[in-house]
């Protein structure tokens, strides 16, 4: 059975910094995306990367702030963080989506494996 798991969330204050990552369990290769919630919010597709690592693709409110990468031997995904803002603080969901690659954005509708999530706080 195919699971994944996060860890790393935390409180921060603006413009620091925070590494998530994403274990996985089971068998084969997946996307990883990564999806948040915040309070009162819809989910926002935050960034995807292919089984390979070789394509990324991020929404256009962390571009140039987050970096995903993949650790194929472990079966890992991070997310890094950087120059966090108060609108980033949600719960932070790592998900396969339905189709074997990411797409051409990151559609929260598109997942169909979830971890648990993790908390996300920025203070300003």
């Known amino acids: 059975q195919f699971q994944l798991k996060e860890s790393g969330g935390g409180s921060v204050q603006s413009g620091g910094s925070l590494t998530l990552s994403c274990a996985a369990s089971g068998f084969g290769e997946y996307a990883i995306g990564w999806i948040r919630r915040a309070p009162g919010k819809v989910r926002e597709g935050v960034s995807c990367?292919?089984?390979?690592?070789?394509?990324?693709v991020y929404a256009d409110s962390v571009k140039g702030r987050f970096t995903i990468s993949r650790n194929r031997a472990n079966h890992t995904v991070e997310l890094r963080m950087t120059n966090l803002r108060p609108e980033d603080t949600a719960v932070y969901y790592c998900?396969?989506?339905?189709?074997?690659?990411?797409?051409?954005?990151?559609?929260?509708?598109?997942?169909?494996?979830w971890g648990p999530g993790t908390q996300v706080t920025v203070s300003s």
């Open positions: 990367i292919n089984p390979n690592g070789a394509m990324t």
């Open positions: 998900a396969a989506p339905v189709g074997p690659y990411c797409g051409g954005y990151v559609d929260p509708q598109a997942y169909r494996t």
